[in-house]
Structure formats: C-alpha cells, structure tokens
C-alpha cells in the first residue's frame, strides 16, 4: 500500500516535468541549512567563553581544543595532519566574533600554543658604561626596575631566561630567580664577553631572531652605538652607521615584529666612556637607559590588554620612568568609542542611526543638523584609550591625529573624563571610556564618513633625548643627565623600517564616523 | 514558452536573493535592536529564509504537481494551499528562534510573534511569486490562482 | 474518392441518417487490403424521393445540412482530413459543380413529376381508347389518379415509368460529367415499396447505359463504374389500415417479384450490372409504423437495419479497386453480402456486432457519446477552467457561435432522438444509456475498468485528461485563435482515445 502511494507520488512528480522537479530539489537541497547542531553548539561554547572579555586565554583555549577533538569527524575544517590547527580555529573564532553583534575583535591571550603564558628573553647589556648603573653607592632605580618587571611576569619565572650582551650574546650562568636575589648583577657577570665594546648590530639581531612566536624579549641597555673601530671620532659617521644598523637589521622584521621603547632613568655612579675618549671619564649623576621590549605584533598587543599582564604593562609606574613610544606597524588598538548624544559640548542635533550601529556604541548618526544660527555641528566622543602602549600625552596631544573628511573637521579637545562629566543619560558610554574628544565641523554640507586615525609618529622625546657629543658629562646646561649618544639614528633606522612597509601612514588606531543628514 | 521560462528564472533568482539578502530584509523592519542582534549572532535569518523558500517551493511544488488536481484546481483551492504555506513556514521559522533562544534563557516572546507577522508577509509575497515560477507546467492547475 | 450515394425512396433516406450518424462520430472506412483511411473520401448523397413532404426526408436533410455546417467549421472544404469528428466530407453535386446553377440540396429534383397525378403525367387523356385501354389494363383506377407529390405508394409499376425521366434530368447530366474513374456509386433502395423498388434499377440501367445516351460526356467511365447497392427487404411493419393501399402482406409479395425481376436485369449473370450487391433484411418485426400513404405525416421511428445499411456504404467504400472491375458495362465476379450479427438478440448493443463492424465503428461512436455527454453536460461548467483558458480561449462567448449552436441545439438533439429512437423500436439497438447524466454508466454492457488510484471515469477525469492534452498542444502551438471549434474537437477525440483505452478497452 505504502509502495503503491509512493509510486503514485513519484510518477505524479516526475511524470509532469522532470528538469521542474530536479530543480526544486537543488533549491531546496541548497537552501537548506547547513549548520549542524555540534557547529552551533561550539560557537556556544565560543559565545560563553569570549563574548563577555573578549578575551580567549590558556584555559578558555583548552576547552576549546577539547571540544573539537572530541567532535574531530565534526570539524575537519580545523584539523591538518590530524592534529588542530590553531591557525585555522583562531580566524574562525576571530571572525565570528567580528561578524557578532556587537562585534568583537577577540585576544588569544595564552591560546594556541603550548604554553600559557609568554616565554620572556631578557637581554642585559654588560659593557663598560653600564655597570655604573648599579652601582652601590647609586640609588638603585636601575636594578629595582628590572627587578620589578621580572617579578611582573605571570608564570613560572624558570619558564624565562636571561642572557648578557655585549660584542656577543651570553647565557646568563645562573638561574632566573638567582639574577632576581643577585645583589650585583654586574658583578656575577664578569668577564662575560668584551665589556668594552657593544655590537649593537649583533644585539639587535639576535633579540629579534631568537624571538620565537610565543617569546617577549626584553634589552635592557643604554642604547649608545659604539663602532668597532676605536679610531672613529666622526660623529656623523657613527649616526649614518647606526641608522644603518638598525635599519638593516629592522628591514625583515618590521611587518610582524613590534618594538615598545621605554626610557627610564638611573643614578649613575662610575666611569662613562664618551665616543671620543676610550678611556673614559667619572661621572655622577641622573643617566638615562633604555628598555626595548620585541615581541610578535600580537604579542605586544597581549601585553597591553591582557589581565595576567596589567602588572607588567603598567611601565609608567617604573622607578625612572620617563617616556615609552611603541614602534609596530600594525594598527593595534581598536578602542572603544561612541558618540555622546547627551553632552554640554555638544552643537547641533543628531540621532544615533540604529541600523547601522553595531550594539551600544555609536558610531552612526542620522538626522545630523548643525546648529540653525552659527551652522556649527560639534559632536562629542567618549573613546577608551586604556590597554594602550600610548602616553597619556601623546594621546592627548590634538596635533597627533589626523581626520578624513569631506567638510573639514577639527578636534577641538581630548580630555580625561571626570567624574562630574557623567550624568544619567550618558553613563553607559561615559564608563566605558576614559576621554572625551570633540570635534567641531564648521559646516555640514552632506552626508558623510569622518575618519579619525592617532599616528604613529616618530617622537619628539626621542629627538630631544639625543645627543651628538657626550664628551662632556659636566657641561652646564645638565643635558648629559637626560641625553644618550646616537639615541636618534639608531631609532630613526628602527621607526623608518616600519615607515617603509607601506605608503599609507602609521597608525596606532583608526576610527570612524557615520554621518547622515 | 520563454516567457513561462522569464517566470521560472525570476522565482529562482527572488528566491535566491531572499535568503542571500534575509539578514538585510529582516533588519530593514526595524524590529528591537536587541532581538535583532540575537538573530543575527545565531545565524538565524538565513536559517529561517531557508526553511521558508524551501517550505513555500515544497508547498507549490506539491500544490502544482503532486495534487495537480481539477478537482482542486480552483483559486480557493490554491487560497487553502497559501493558508497552509502560512501555517507551516512561519511555525517551522519560528522555533529555532524559539528552541534558541529558550536554551539560552532569553525571553523575546513579543519580538518573535512580531517577527512571524513578517514571516507570514513574506510567505504570502514568496507564495504568489513561486506559484507564478512553477504553475506553468502543471496540467491542471496552470490557470491557477488567477489565468493569464 | 468520391462516393455518389443515391438514395431511393422513403428507406433510402432512412440509411442516410445512422450513415451521417457515424460519420460524425469520425468512423473512417479504410482499405481492406491495406488497412489505410481512404484517401480525400467525398460522399455525395443524391436523395429521389418525389414524397418531399416526407418527415423522414426531411430530418435527414436538416441533418446532412448541419453535418456541412459543422464541418466546415472544422476543417473548412478540406478533403484531406483522414481522423476525428466529421472527418468525411458530405457536398452536394452542386457543390461539386457550383458554376453550374444546380439547386444546392441533396434532394434530387423531381419536380415535374411531384405536381401532378400519374394519369396526367402519362397524358392519359391524350391517349386513344385503345392505348387507354392497355394502360388500364396496367394501372389501376387509384394508380392513375394517384398525386405523385406523394411517391409512389407501393406501386413500382408507376414510378417505373415517372422516373425514367432521370436519365434525361440535368442533375443525371451533370452527376455524369463530373464522374471519374476512381469514384464510385452506391445506390440504397427498398425493394418492398415504391419508389426504391422502381427507381433503383432505372438509376443502374442509365449509368450501365450511358455510352448510349449521346447527352452525355465522359460515358465510358460511367459504363464502367464501380456501383454497389444496397437492397433492403421488408424489416418494418404498418399498422393495418384499411383505406391504405400499402400493407405488410403487400411487402413480401412485391419483394419476391422484385427479385425476380433484379435478377434478370441487374444481378444475374445476363446483366451483370452490380459490382457488389448488398440484401439486408430481418425476420423480426419492427414496431409498427402508423400507416401513412405519404402527406405530411410519415416520420418512422429509426431502426437497427437502417445503422447496418450505413454499415454496407461503408464496406462498399473499404473494397478495393481489384475486386470491383468492370468491363464493357459488365461487373466482374460481383460482391454479394449479407450482414449477420454475433448473437441473435433482441436487444442489441455495441458488443452484440461481430468483430469487423467492432473494429470499424465502436470507438468512434463511443467517443462521439463521450463528446455529446461531455459537451451537454459539462462544457459550460468548465468554461474558464484548465484547458479552455490556454489559448486560443474557449470563453462563454464560443458557445454563441453557430458552430456550438448548430452542435449541440440541432445535431445533438437529433443524435438523441436517433438513438432514442432506435432503442425503442424492434429490434431494440441500445449501444448507450441515454438516460444517465453519468460517464461511468454510459455505454451499455461495458462499465469502466476500476483499480486502485484509478477512480472513476466522470467529467473531472475529462477535464483532467483534456487540460494534459492542451498543454501539449499549446506547447506545439497547434492551433490558432480561429481555429476554436477544431481546437475543442480535437481536443476532445484524442483525449477520448486515450480513456477509452484506459478505461473502456473492451469495447473493441
């Protein structure tokens, strides 16, 4: 009977039209939707782990490495040579996210390698001019900095090693923790390498080469470029050397490679060997030294957003601190920021445009009008400019950004929010962020897209911690204490590196604005 | 000939671009923001312009072929087939909202029977457009709803 | 080829109607030899009959009127058409020869016989007393003073005579000039009446003759054709009348020396003027007729006698060319046929034929009933639905044509007496339940085949199956916008093929 009905179906169907038939069934077979229940019950999983932080960690990643190898015939997209392929799973996971509402640009923080946390390699120049810095009689900032940051670090501190620079690269002899408790580091180290000359080239290569995928290295160093040659005194000949340098060594590093540059400063209590003078002079006195922090662009990242790594991102809070630029060519921060619909600097009328918004923040307006008299629009931002490797200052500083626009607009304020700046009406937006930007049009002609972008510039503190002669410790104007030799050409060669990947500007973020009339 | 052909084609290529473009459809009709990003995340437009194409091109498909009756050839025969594309299409596109959402223990209840009235909006326009696509073939039922 | 059919008295006329019958129902006679459909066949019914008045003759031409009517709304003035309803064209010799002024009707004009009485038109009066005397010696006193207007009553002896005038008619002339050599003659008569039993062998004798008849063209040809007869015992009754000079006891004498008489001058082998000679006759009785000697009043009931009688036009038609050789005026080795059925019953239906007439004339007339129950019962319900809506459009407005009045007001109508008609008479011939509005009941002895999913045979089945055909049709844009009535037929003559080999197979 059964038989009978499903014949008379069939002839029924396809004794009408065949080509008709076959082709509802290919529409409706490729219509029908593909997701399986394992494929919505990781992003679940996803969803539960990431959605809130925005963060995938070791541990978050260990579920996650769980759930597809025990559903693998479910996830062969992700699966190469049979074994996971975190590649693949984190631009899965990132792109889901981004395309979630509201979309997410997620952290691997600890995920996708063996490892939870970062494996940290620090350099320790040992030549002549640095052992000054530690001396007995100094204050100590030197040591008690790099002591502080080791002791920042999340994980086990034997995970992490040190190594002693000077015309070469050395294991350091003892243990992690020994180095910590060492009461002089300079002195353990002794005879270590030629303590007379740094090969600055030789440094450089080696911290970036030996900076593996899941590795943060660490130079601690003065940063003075001395030349091989003892018989150089051309000063102009040493910088055009070291920009050289540098810039040789940076040229296949720069895409993937970020460079955080730290300047702190130290009593200083011994001998200096100025450039001209190989014997060297006492000095005592305030001296700067330098930390370079290189780490994969995703890394550096890390270690700016990361929970487990706010300890050691908080630089500023260094005995000596005194300035950080972050050489990278990606543009690494994607700050939260969102228009203020309610705010007293606020000119013109605009409403949020909710369907091209993308969850709470703002970016998108529509029935923008400028004000009827003045035809001034002014539109007031609250942007969160936190987990950055971004002076407060540099942050702040109008003259850093640059807007794209079709009216011409202007930034007329970045400011840290206040406490009073919050209301009722605009908390939501107010606490996620820490300043308020305005931005002033003096006429809105038609719809448009303002873009926004914070550059990556070459910093004026390094020019102006550079010096061209340090023969004379004791000028007058005092500006030995705070300047190092070549600072300037070494730094050039790294920053014009990155410059040179590309014709678009550097940027540290960019963020954009949707304005409709 | 041809022009049956036309009719074909642009059921297919409506069709197509219902469930191509489902996401901006359904966001297009201003329903709460929230509820929208909820179906957004889980996919579950294209899920339910899927399950709708292929409910309405089942049901025409059934109506035009499979009954291909005279005896239920007239426009309200073809009303009761619609009536039956409206039952099924929206209840089978409202529960995976409604088994999603409840695993997850949210509560959209208002916004997904504001939803299916859309649905049903939808079933009812891709009805027609599909009856038109396929109708041409059926030996009894090629004048139905309404002759050329 | 064209097919003259003389049609000789009162039965003559009679055999015409179940042949217009199943002509209609598109029965198509083919080659015996090759089973093919005889190419551009063309039937010219030529009625003599001096009873005009004759109610008989009268429906039967109204019918042949309407068969035109219709079919030339089908197919136009095409002979080509070899299938489906109507098929066989039925013209009139004037139509065959329009220049020539003819009177257009079937009828053949026996004018100058039908005004006056017999005694007149021998110009008895003129005669001199010996001649009156021999021709009272041969005519009655009632035979002389008989109106001819009426026929001729029984008396074969008188329309021996009236209708001797043939051979020198202007209608015989012209009949004679446009006869070809593949065209063929068939005469239908009575032997037991009047005009039939006299005129039959006066039309043989002229044709036979006419290379002696210096009026005429084209007279070796029509020495030499192919004429078949059919010849119709007594098979009706009358009532008995007493002022009637026709009776049933006159019937079978008259036949007898009737035959006599064909034998010596038509069948035997001194003449040997017939090709093939049909004798159809039955020993039961029919109803009785009223008794009418002519007026207004005679209009008899149709009987099974008179649809075998058609039967024989038709096998005149199938023999082919080798078996109907005539040469210097003689038929060699002439046909002589009778008709028997299967089973000897007095009510007859479709399957009570023998195997030959089953093959030949079932189907057609079985889909012909379909089409008459389809179209009066359910055409007009189905108006803007399925098929009608593919164009060309069937819309409401087609049933005002005079194709569809003509079809169902007057056609149909007198199919419905017809067969009425024959299911009443004696025998009873019954093939269809003229009562029944359903289709599943509707062909006596065959109830549809039944199955699982197969369902019943009813209109929607119908509907279903004419809605397929047109899609196919439209796909092949077979026809145009004024081709409506050709397009519903033909429609309808495949789809009843195909459910009569699905559902009513066995009526073959």
């Known amino acids: 009977m059964l038989k009978l009905v499903f014949s008379k179906i069939v002839e029924n169907i396809f004794g009408h039209n065949k080509a008709l038939c076959l082709l509802l069934c290919i529409v409706a077979i490729s219509f029908t939707d593909c997701r399986n229940s394992r494929q919505r019950d990781f992003d679940r999983l996803l969803v539960s782990l990431a959605a809130e932080d925005g963060v995938v960690d070791y541990n978050d990643w ?169 018989g150089v005194v051309n000063t102009d000949k040493i910088f055009s050397e070291a920009k050289s340098t540098t810039q040789a060594i940076m040229k296949n590093m720069a895409s993937n490679k970020s460079i955080l540059f730290v300047k702190l400063n130290s009593s200083f209590i011994g001998t200096y060997y100025p450039y001209n003078q190989p014997h060297g002079v006492q000095y005592n006195g305030m001296r700067p030294y330098y930390i370079m922090i290189v780490g994969d662009n995703a890394n550096i990242k890390r270690l700016a957003s990361s929970d487990k790594y706010k300890r050691f991102s908080q630089l500023t809070d260094l005995k000596g601190f005194e300035h950080m630029t972050l050489f990278t060519h990606d543009k690494c921060y994607t700050p939260y920021y969102s228009v203020l619909l309610s705010d007293n600097d606020m000119i013109g009328r605009m409403r949020a445009d909710h369907k091209k918004n993308d969850g709470d923040a703002i970016h998108a307006l529509t029935s923008v009008t400028p004000d009827k008299d003045s035809g001034v629009l002014q539109i007031v931002l609250s942007v969160n400019f936190n987990d950055m490797f971004v002076e407060e200052s540099y942050l702040t500083d109008i003259n850093n950004y640059d807007i794209e626009s079709d009216d011409p607009v202007e930034i007329t304020s970045i400011k840290a929010i206040e406490k009073s700046d919050i209301t009722q009406n605009n908390r939501e937006a107010m606490e996620k962020a820490t300043h308020r930007v305005v931005l002033r049009l003096k006429k809105f002609s038609h719809d448009q897209k303002v873009t926004i972008r914070l550059k990556n510039k070459f910093q004026q503190w390094i020019i102006d911690s550079n010096s061209d002669d340090d023969s004379r410790p004791d000028a007058a104007d005092r500006r030995f204490a705070s300047t190092t030799f070549s600072l300037q050409p070494l730094m050039e060669g790294i920053y014009d590196s990155y410059a040179a990947l590309s014709n678009e500007s550097l940027d540290y973020f960019v963020i954009d604005l949707f304005l409709d009339k | 000939m041809i022009k049956n052909f036309i009719f074909l084609a642009l059921g297919i290529i409506i069709t197509v671009l219902y469930v191509i473009f489902s996401t901006e459809i359904y966001e297009a009709m201003n329903l709460d923001p929230a509820f929208m990003d909820e179906m957004y995340n889980a996919h579950l437009y294209s899920t339910i312009a899927s399950t709708i194409a292929v409910t309405v091109w089942i049901v025409a498909a059934v109506y035009y072929y499979l009954i291909n009756s005279v005896r239920f050839s007239r426009w309200y025969h073809w009303l009761i087939m619609l009536l039956l594309a409206i039952l099924v299409a929206p209840s089978i596109s409202i529960y995976f909202p409604f088994s999603e959402f409840s695993e997850e223990g949210k509560d959209y209840l208002m916004q997904l029977l504001q939803f299916n009235l859309i649905n049903i909006g939808i079933t009812i326009l891709l009805f027609i457009i599909v009856s038109f696509s396929v109708r041409w073939w059926s030996t009894n039922c090629r004048h139905t709803p309404i002759p050329e | 080829m064209n097919l003259f059919l003389f049609l000789v008295g009162g039965t003559g006329a009679r055999v015409l109607k179940p042949l217009v019958m199943q002509l209609a129902a598109g029965v198509r006679p083919c080659d015996e030899n090759t089973g093919a459909p005889i190419a551009d066949l063309q039937i010219i019914p030529i009625i003599m009959d001096p009873h005009r008045a004759n109610e008989d003759l009268k429906r039967t031409e109204d019918l042949l009127r309407w068969y035109k009517e219709i079919r030339r709304s089908l197919y136009g003035e095409r002979t080509d058409v070899d299938h489906g309803f109507f098929n066989v064209k039925i013209s009139t010799l004037a139509d065959l020869i329009p220049q020539k002024g003819l009177n257009n009707s079937f009828i053949f004009n026996l004018g100058s016989i039908a005004e006056k009485e017999f005694k007149d038109y021998i110009a008895y009066d003129t005669l001199n007393d010996a001649n009156q005397a021999l021709c009272s010696m041969l005519f009655s006193k009632d035979q002389l003073n008989t109106k001819m207007d009426i026929g001729f009553v029984g008396s074969p002896n008188i329309g021996a005579v009236a209708l001797n005038q043939f051979k020198d008619s202007v209608e015989f002339r012209e009949f004679a000039n446009i006869y070809k050599r593949e065209d063929r003659i068939f005469v239908v008569s009575s032997i037991f009446g009047g005009t039939g039993a006299a005129g039959f062998p006066i039309i043989v004798k002229n044709i036979r003759d006419a290379a002696s008849n210096p009026m005429l063209t084209n007279r070796g040809d029509l020495r030499d054709a192919k004429i078949g007869a059919l010849t119709v015992l007594p098979y009706f009754n009358v009532a008995s009348d007493e002022n009637s000079p026709i009776t049933r006891a006159d019937f079978v004498i008259k036949t007898k020396s009737a035959l006599y008489y064909y034998q010596e001058n038509l069948t035997g082998p001194k003449s040997l003027a017939l090709n093939a000679c049909y004798y159809l006759g039955d020993e039961e009785a029919s109803v009785p007729y009223p008794n009418d000697p002519g007026g207004d009043g005679q209009r ?16 005149f038609i199938s023999i082919p060319n080798d078996k109907l050789m005539t040469i210097d005026g003689k038929a060699q080795n002439p046909l002589f046929r009778e008709y028997g059925l299967k089973y000897d019953e007095k009510n007859l239906t479709l399957m009570t034929f023998g195997q030959r007439t089953r093959n030949l004339v079932n189907q057609s007339l079985v889909k012909f009933h379909l089409l008459y129950m389809y179209l009066t019962n359910q055409f007009m319900k189905d108006i803007g639905r399925g098929y009608t809506l593919d164009a060309p459009e069937l819309r409401s407005s087609f049933t005002s044509t005079s194709f569809y009045r003509t079809l169902i007001n007057e056609f149909f109508h007198s199919y419905y007496d017809w067969l009425m008609e024959m299911q009443s008479n004696n025998r009873s011939f019954a093939p269809f339940n003229i009562l029944t509005l359903k289709l599943e009941n509707c062909i006596v002895g065959i109830p549809p085949k039944k199955g699982l999913f197969k369902g019943v045979v009813d209109y929607k089945t119908v509907l279903s199956a004419m809605n397929a055909e047109s899609k196919k049709a439209t796909t092949q844009s077979r026809y145009s916008s004024n081709q409506l009535p050709f397009k519903l037929m033909d429609l309808f003559d495949s789809v009843a093929e195909k459910i009569i080999a699905k559902k009513f197979n066995s009526i073959k």
């Open chain 1, 62 to 230: 260990q579920k996650i490495v769980e759930y597809i190898s025990s559903n693998a015939a479910h996830f062969s997209q992700f699966m190469k040579d049979d074994e996971i392929d975190a590649e693949s799973v984190k631009q899965y996971i990132s792109d889901m996210f981004a395309n979630r509402r509201p979309s997410k640009d997620i952290l691997f923080d600890g995920a996708g390698t063996g490892k939870e946390f970062l494996t940290v390699k620090l350099y320790l120049e040992r030549s002549g001019s640095m052992i000054p810095y530690d001396s007995s009689k100094g204050r100590g900032e030197f040591k008690n900095s790099i002591v502080s940051i080791l002791n920042s670090l999340p994980g086990n501190p034997e995970d992490n090693s040190i190594f002693i620079v000077n015309d070469g690269v050395f294991k350091y002899p003892k243990t992690f923790r020994d180095f910590i408790t060492d009461k002089n580091i300079f002195e353990t180290t002794k005879g270590i390498g030629n303590a007379s000359y740094t090969d600055f080239g030789c440094i450089l290569d080696s911290v970036l080469n030996r900076n593996g995928a899941d590795d943060i290295s660490i130079l601690v160093s003065d940063m003075i470029y001395s030349t091989a040659d003892v």
């Open chain 3, 300 to 315: 008899n009931d149709a009987h099974f006698i008179e649809y075998v009688g058609a039967l024989s036009i038709l096998d």
